[in-house]
């Protein structure tokens, strides 16, 4: 089954003639060229040991067995001396082969690793306006199937094609060779069999595109009823339910059933072609033999290269497929290769060596999408150490005010400073380095508690201790039986939502950023874990310019300054105790999480 | 189609279910289709005659031309005859897909409409057990694998005996040493087919557990990215890309090993096979125990066991496997729901929406704690009761109980004074309106996700609750309004937007008993307090038993249920509680702590 996480993608065809896709999969498939070449080689050696078998068969046959010129005995030690040989080209045949797919799946194994390493390094530095507007499983998608249908064609498909064309090619000039007559009125039938193929290729591939759509549709379907399994019986709708997915599931089953129709038409055809062949060397070969112009091992060999023939013909629609995918996925692939979505970087970016945390931004406009601005005309500054509150409705412009702040964005008028320096003109990184995030949703990675606190810093125990202390962590990690190694993340220990903070905590401590920025969890934790969060805050805010998003009323109050928001604009600002007093917005919002 | 749940016994042992076990499972569908699949193998048995009867026309051909009896007419008589032949093989060949195949498509659309049934009837303690995930694995993995096995697999062991049984009866007619010497290397073959698969098969599940490995890291890198951005952590994650990558390849390069070992194998059998009618079939051929019209068709029998040889190890496999997938669907097909209604329930009551609880226990099957611990409360009917915990307290258990999702020992839940498992479940939850805390939508428009339950409400009712709900305006200002779509192809809707449709839902039932679980922590404070009251006019004569974690909104309630670690620690009005209840006290405390400032004596 194909995860898709949620995203599921039409099929589209690849146009197979457009020459500047291939030129560009042609370039990537270059630095692995030594193993495509030998691949080719190993083709010419695995055709020809192919093709030698039926051809030594004929040897036997027309030197040997029917050969009554001979003595017994002299025939006799041909036929060991050519069966010996037939061994022996049968040995070499398995081990080109073996060898052939080893290096194909090696070479094509690399390539796409490295396609893959492209995109991801390329997809991580793109902006968050380009993930704001693509949905997450399309990316994954591109990174993961896209990447692996192209792996089909490298491997399976471009130098299986090979190998047939050398395949037929080879049959058709031995052929030629034995008997041009007879030849020329196989290859007569080229014609119809990729006639054949390609109109059943369009069929199927059709055929396949319903069914992967329906099989979609059930899936969805599943999905949806098991999760919402206590609505539908709650509801009594049972009935309807089961109605609905019969329909869905009997729609499937048409679908496959033509596909059925379809494969049980294509291959009897192809093989009423074969017989056409054979009854038509027979006929024709049987008249050059009583005429004297052709040997029976000549018509034997005929009748065995032509099973050889039509193997490869049988394949070549469903080849054809994987190319056409395959080459869709490529244009995917380069289509998010190319796409720029890059912060503008600096030509020379300042890495200054110290930062006191100075924050202004003057006349701040900014909107996520054209035509709407979340930020109007917005200035703000804020002092080293200050202790600033951000509090508003949803959507009133709290967490753009970070965004532009981490430069996750790039402001479309005025400008972001930090100590009097444009974020433009900084280094990113360095940037990112400075300011403390601690946001709802704490990320851990799958690793001990010690990996997930230092992330890439480095710190002796004496001070880890320390800094678990303040992040109010030492309990928690004294009760784990591995302590600071205990495995967390995926596979480990889960975390609770408190104690994801407390952890996002300790990683700021650890970094000791000048400037740290709070989003606070509006989720509801337990009375113990706010108590230690409370704590671990107020651990964190000392000495830095911090800015709160805040839900809860205890952070506000600590603030020293509060600033209201509405609609992208600063409405209040000023202490708790004088907003109160002013009765303004602030104040409503108090009464209102009051209850009174 | 209403037979389907009874066409077929699930076996009741999970343990030991084998070929046999999955052979009684399917019977009856064979049943069903026995005619279909009659015809459908007489097909199959025509293809392969006729498949043997080529090589005896070109048999025949050869020597014709080399005894020099050969004529024109005769030749031409022979070739038509092959395409004679042909054409029967082909109209048989279509025949049997069409059939057989189509016989494993109706059996998977078959079994798959029984497990969806057998689904709807199962009860919460079921899918507590199996993840979501797991079950679609089955309705679609697992089915497939029976499919194939009932298909593909069906044709191929049946085909493979045939084929085999008459070639090899052919070659013996020819000669039979030679046909027991070419048959040596064909068991090697059956053998080595059957432990690589079984390898492939392995190496198969490696590459795509790799491949779930680097997908997910992905797909977590760019859902968290902007995490990984403000932690300067990206080269991190592309080192640990990087490095789950060669592992992937390590893996694929390991399977194509044994790929690569296994089809050229195949190959190479079939021509040892032929090596060895070469060497002693033509010695005698010259030494004229047999024709060289017997030699030429000998090679052609011999071309055709290569196909079954190869198959009896692939059949094997895929028989295998639609029987482990099969015996994972009856594990699905024997659970049977704990919560059902008795064989002969009492009359409803006349008291509807009002709940007794009476010494209720409740715990979760496999877990030791039980979750709910002598709970005894009263709710007279039109009470608005609020209920309030901690996170764990057991708020939510306690409203799956009601909402009759989970079954109750006897004689501790009475509805309307009666016992509530003397009564029709349908009839019980048919007056209950339940809104759980996680909210599930359909892919289908709003007012239809809004009607769910009464899809032939007006849309006068639909606004009704919506406006109720506090959502109506926000639905008009969608561009299709109430004919927006929900889900994956609709409109991108809030946390809190979803909630209030979910509550809205179930409010357009006006149903006796309303059950609300924390369904509004997405929106804001204020919001959920307008929207409680709102709800509380609305069922002003309805049950209506709500959950919130903030205390704030349920301030006016007849009566609040105070829950902490699985036990109700107090029962009362909000004042009352204030007043005697620390516990109570202390949660309103920290909820309000700012808010008391200056204005204490407001609400004591």
């Known amino acids: 089954m194909r995860n898709d996480y949620g995203y599921f993608e039409e099929d589209q065809l690849g146009r197979v003639g457009d020459a500047r896709l291939w030129r560009r999969i042609i370039l990537l498939g270059l630095p692995e060229w030594p193993g495509i070449v030998l691949a080719v080689l190993l083709s010419f050696l695995v055709v020809g040991c192919g093709l030698a078998l039926p051809y030594l068969l004929r040897l036997v046959i027309d030197d040997f067995v029917v050969n009554t010129a001979l003595g017994q005995a002299e025939r006799l030690a041909g036929i060991a001396r050519l069966a010996g040989l037939f061994l022996l080209v049968m040995a070499a045949g398995f081990i080109v082969n073996f060898c052939q797919v080893l290096v194909l799946a090696w070479t094509g194994q690399k390539i796409m690793h490295r396609m893959r390493q492209m995109l991801f390094n390329h997809l991580l530095g793109l902006n968050m306006r380009f993930f704001n507007n693509n949905p997450g499983g399309k990316l994954v998608t591109r990174l993961t199937n896209d990447i692996q249908n192209m792996n089909e064609m490298f491997t399976s498909v471009i130098v299986t094609l090979f190998n047939d064309f050398i395949n037929l090619t080879g049959i058709l ?96 055809l192809i093989e009423l072609l074969g017989a056409v062949a054979i009854g038509a060397i027979i006929w024709y070969g049987g008249v050059q033999i009583m005429a004297g112009a052709m040997t029976i091992g000549v018509l034997v060999a005929f009748l065995s290269y032509m099973r050889l023939f039509f193997q490869p013909l049988k394949e070549l629609s469903q080849k054809y497929a994987i190319v056409q995918s395959a080459l869709a996925s490529a244009e995917r692939i380069f289509e998010l290769q190319d796409s720029r979505a890059l912060l503008p970087a600096a030509a020379n970016p300042q890495r200054p060596a110290h930062c006191r945390g100075r924050i202004e931004f003057a006349r701040v406009g900014f909107g996520y999408a054209p035509g709407q601005p979340v930020l109007k005309d917005f200035s703000l500054t804020i002092e080293p150490g200050e202790i600033l509150a951000i509090v508003g409705a949803t959507g009133s412009g709290k967490s753009t005010v970070i965004n532009l ?64 202390a303040r992040a109010q962590l030492q309990d928690f990690v004294a009760r784990l039986p591995e302590g600071l190694d205990t495995k967390v993340g995926e596979g480990g220990r889960d975390l609770s939502a408190g104690e994801r903070q407390l952890l996002a905590f300790a990683r700021l401590l650890v970094r000791d950023c000048r400037v740290l920025i709070l989003d606070e969890a509006t989720s509801s934790v337990d009375a113990e874990s706010e108590m230690y969060i409370e704590q671990a805050t107020r651990a964190s805010l000392a000495g830095r310019t911090s800015i709160i998003i805040a839900h809860r009323l205890s952070t506000v109050r600590r603030a020293d300054r509060i600033l209201v928001m509405e609609k992208g604009e600063i409405i209040e600002q000023g202490s708790h105790a004088q907003l109160v007093a002013a009765h303004g917005q602030y104040y409503r919002l108090l009464e209102s999480g009051n209850g009174s | 189609m209403a037979g389907v749940s009874e066409a077929g016994k699930p076996q009741q042992t999970m343990a030991d279910f084998g070929f046999f076990s999955a052979v009684r499972l399917v019977r009856p569908f064979f049943r069903r289709y026995r005619l279909r699949l009659l015809v459908g193998l007489l097909a199959l048995l025509a293809v392969d005659f006729l498949q043997l009867v080529i090589p005896r026309i070109i048999k025949g051909a050869v020597d014709l031309l080399a005894s020099g009896a050969a004529s024109e007419t005769l030749l031409v008589d022979k070739a038509l005859l092959i395409l004679l032949v042909a054409a029967g093989i082909a109209v048989s060949r279509f025949l049997w897909r069409y059939l057989v195949l189509g016989f494993s498509r109706l059996l998977e659309r078959d079994l798959r409409d029984w497990l969806f049934s057998h689904l709807l009837r199962l009860d919460y303690p079921f899918f507590q057990k199996k993840p979501v995930g797991e079950i679609m694995a089955l309705a679609t993995n697992d089915l497939a694998a029976v499919q194939l096995a009932g298909g593909m697999g069906l044709v191929a062991a049946a085909d493979a005996c045939i084929m085999s049984l008459a070639a090899l009866a052919c070659m013996a007619y020819i000669s039979l040493p030679l046909t027991l010497l070419t048959l040596l290397p064909m068991p090697l073959l059956a053998l080595l087919t059957r432990v690589l698969s079984r390898r492939i098969h392995k190496g198969f599940t490696r590459v795509q557990h790799q491949f779930s490995k680097l997908t997910e890291f992905a797909r977590s890198t760019i859902a968290n990215i902007h995490l990984f951005k403000a932690y300067g952590r990206t080269a991190a994650q592309i080192r640990g890309f990087d490095y789950l990558g060669r592992a992937y390849v390590r893996d694929n390069v390991r399977l194509a090993a044994v790929h690569g070992t296994l089809f050229p194998l195949a190959g190479l059998v079939g021509n040892l096979s032929l090596f060895l009618v070469l060497f002693f079939g033509g010695r005698l051929v010259i030494v004229q125990k047999i024709s060289i019209g017997d030699f030429v068709a000998f090679v052609s029998y011999l071309y055709m066991l290569t ?105 501790a839940f009475f509805w309307g004074g009666v016992d509530v498992n003397q009564l029709d479940l349908a009839a019980v939850r048919s007056s209950i309106a339940y809104v759980p805390q996680e909210v599930v939508l359909f892919s289908r428009s709003i007012a239809a996700n809004i009607a769910f339950g009464k899809p032939s409400a007006s849309q006068a009712e639909i606004e009704e609750a919506a406006a109720i709900c506090g959502i109506h305006d926000e639905i008009m200002a969608f561009a299709d309004g109430y004919q927006t779509m929900v889900g994956e192809k609709g409109v991108k809707l809030s946390g809190g937007q979803r909630q209030r449709i979910a509550l809205a839902r179930a409010v357009l039932l006006k149903r006796s008993v309303v059950i609300i679980d924390d369904s509004l922590s997405a929106v804001d404070m204020e919001t959920e307090q307008a929207i409680i009251q709102a709800l509380a006019r609305y069922f002003v004569n309805r049950t209506c038993i709500v959950v919130s974690h903030r205390i704030a909104p349920l301030k006016n309630a007849d009566s609040i249920l105070v829950m902490a670690d699985g036990a109700v620690v107090a029962q009362g009005r909000h004042g009352e509680l204030m007043a005697r209840n620390s516990f109570y006290a202390t949660i309103c405390r920290q909820q309000r702590v700012d808010l008391s400032h200056g204005e204490e004596g407001h609400h004591a």
């Open chain 2, 307 to 411: 196909w079954p040889m190869m198959a009896i190890g692939w059949v094997a496999n895929l028989f295998q496997r639609g029987v482990t997938s099969l015996g994972r669907i009856n594990e699905v097909l024997i659970a049977r729901p704990q919560l059902v209604g008795p064989e002969a329930p009492l009359a409803p009551p006349a008291a509807v929406g009002e709940i007794e609880v009476r010494n209720l226990d409740f715990g979760y099957e496999g877990q030791e704690r039980p979750v709910l611990q002598n709970i005894n409360f009263q709710i007279k009917a039109g009470e608005f009761v609020g209920v309030v915990g901690k996170t764990g307290s057991g708020k939510s258990t306690l409203c799956n109980i009601l909402a009759r999702l989970y079954p109750v020992a006897g004689e």
């Open chain 1, 405 to 468: 702040l981490e430069r996750f964005y790039d402001p479309d008028q005025g400008r972001v400073l930090l100590d009097g320096v444009d974020l433009r003109d900084l280094d990113p990184e360095w940037l990112r380095s400075q300011i403390g995030l601690v946001m709802q949703d704490v990320f851990v990675l799958s690793g001990t508690i010690r990996e997930n606190i230092l992330l890439d810093s480095h710190l002796d125990d004496a001070g880890l201790q320390a800094i678990l």
């Open chain 1, 173 to 268: 000039a031995v052929l030629f060779w034995m008997n041009w007559r007879l030849a020329l009125l196989m290859a007569a039938l080229v014609p119809l069999v990729v006639g054949n193929t390609i109109w059943f290729s369009r069929l199927s591939r059709e055929a396949f595109r319903a069914i992967r759509t329906h099989l979609a549709r059930i899936n969805a379907f599943l999905q949806e009823s098991l999760a919402g399994i206590a609505i539908i019986q709650l509801f009594l709708r049972e009935p309807e339910t089961e109605a609905s997915f019969k329909k869905l599931d009997h729609e499937y089953y048409e679908k496959s059933l033509y596909q059925i129709k379809i494969f049980g038409m294509f291959m009897p």
